[in-house]
């Protein structure tokens, strides 16, 4: 049965949809061509020790299984740094009876764990951060807007790293490095030593992220290939020699307490802290050096977790990329490239209509009728639509070759690796691309009705036991 639609509609919405495909294409090749700065960690090994910078690393649990926080413990028990000169402090809600009672009991195990608590807001020791506030505008939050004054802040990871961040400047002053991770991150055993290299050349360190349990499910798959694509692809190249605005991904990254100090913070009334602070820290200077050595952690293993964890995500770079860039002092023309950092995965609901439009062009293609009829672009859409085609070869070529390359680090089987990328077909990543246009649409009517700021945890399950229990 022939399917009636009108044609000019149809063909308006294709050329349109052709149009957005090809500036998607622009932006992402804009970043490709952007200069990474990587960090040469080899050379870290060879200072003294009383060289190495003091490096404290938080580790914010909410509600954690046992397991999993036991499995990050041991990765960090291969740390190859100076005992010396670093601390891994847990810093768990105080009303989080269970989690603290569980990190007492790993404490008997793990010799090196500090503990934390985070009081509520109305308790004294949180008058060290009032204090800070108000006396630094760059905390513009805490100056100018709905959010001027308020203390309440609600119990999230956010609200752990103000909490241990200002009482230990009030302790030991600034002169060390904050590190955090989640409750599933397991780092390498060279991550401190990457970073005492890195801060010799940049201000800000960020290593990159891998799925260890990516042949777990189907959806774990594609989730783990989101971190194939950006984290290990694409994101490297914000660093940009700093001519770039960028973000930091939320783990595995690295700040000077003085400077973190002197810009203010974290801000705790973005949905996710990762892309505020990283582009504050940019707008004031700051370089942005990258860690190969990737972190190994969990992705969800359905894609309603999947999904649900996205919504945040999108929701924080939507508030980030508002009000807060003018008001960190960011230049007009600078937010314009910073907003670019969205773009590649807005453009992904485009496949929504692109893919029945094209599919209707092709219909009329074999029924041997002209898909564009008399319309006068005609072939301008045409020659687009195979531009279009070539480009989209062209970088599924790239990235699943980086896929491939990226596999090392947690599949040792040639075997599994060609299985993961058998997965992650194109026509898998295809349907997964416009199922990710739930999480946009989800996480931006969160933003519009100023959601999503209390932390709503992944559940994880000890998906990477056997990457803690390996040998060196």
């Not at 307490?257 to 505020?276: C, K, M, R, Y």
């Not at 959601?451 to 036991?465: C, H, I, N, S, Y």
């Amino acid at each position: 049965m022939e399917i009636l639609i009108d044609p000019h509609s149809w063909i308006a919405i294709y050329a349109v949809c052709q149009i957005l495909y090809f500036l998607g294409f622009v932006v992402i090749f804009y970043f490709l061509v952007l200069p990474i700065d990587w960090v040469q960690a080899s050379e870290g090994t060879r200072r003294p020790d009383d060289e190495m910078p003091l490096i404290v690393m938080a580790y914010p649990v909410l509600r954690e299984d046992v397991a999993t926080m036991s499995s990050t413990l041991v990765s960090l028990g291969w740390l190859e740094y100076p005992r010396t000169r670093y601390r891994v402090i847990a810093i768990p809600n105080s009303d989080d009876t269970a989690t603290i009672a569980a990190l007492r009991r790993l404490q008997q195990q793990f010799t090196f764990l500090e503990i934390m608590e985070v009081p509520p807001t109305a308790d004294a020791g949180w008058d060290v951060v009032w204090r800070a506030w108000v006396a630094n505008p760059k905390a513009y939050w805490f100056h100018r807007g709905r959010t001027q004054g308020r203390r309440d802040l609600l119990p999230k990871k956010t609200r752990q790293l103000i909490y241990m961040f200002y009482t230990l400047v009030e302790q030991i002053g600034t002169d060390w490095v904050l590190d955090y991770i989640d409750a599933d991150s397991m780092p390498p055993p060279d991550h401190f030593a990457a970073a005492a290299e890195g801060l010799r050349h940049y201000d800000v360190l960020q290593a990159t992220n891998v799925a260890g349990n990516l042949l777990d499910s189907m959806p774990a798959s594609l989730h783990a290939f989101d971190h194939m694509c950006w984290d290990g692809f694409l994101y490297p190249h914000m660093s940009a020699r700093g001519q770039h605005p960028y973000y930091v991904l939320g783990k595995g990254l690295f700040y000077r307490a003085n400077d973190l100090s002197e810009l203010g913070g974290f801000n705790p009334w973005i949905t996710i802290e990762d892309p505020e602070v990283g582009l504050r820290f940019w707008t004031n200077g700051r370089r942005l050096g990258v860690i190969a050595e990737p972190l190994i952690e969990e992705v969800p293993r359905t894609l309603v977790r999947g999904i649900i964890q996205r919504n945040r995500w999108m929701c924080g770079f939507f508030q980030s990329l508002g009000k807060p860039l003018r008001q960190m002092g960011m230049p007009f023309w600078r937010r314009v490239q910073a907003r670019l950092n969205l773009l590649p995965v807005l453009s992904l609901p485009v496949n929504v209509v692109g893919l029945p439009t094209g599919l209707y062009a092709l219909h009329l293609w074999f029924a041997g009728g002209n898909p564009f009829g008399t319309w006068p672009f005609g072939f301008w859409l045409v020659a687009l639509s195979v531009l279009n085609i070539g480009l989209y070869c062209g970088l599924m070529g790239f990235l699943y070759v980086n896929t491939w390359r990226r596999t090392r680090f947690v599949l040792s089987e040639t075997r599994l690796r060609v299985w993961y990328l058998v997965r992650v077909n194109p026509l898998s990543i295809f349907v997964y691309n416009v199922i990710w246009t739930i999480p946009i649409v989800l996480g931006f009517v969160m933003f519009l009705a100023n959601l999503g700021k209390a932390w709503v945890r992944t559940e994880k399950f000890d998906a990477d036991r056997r990457f803690a229990e390996r040998e060196r």
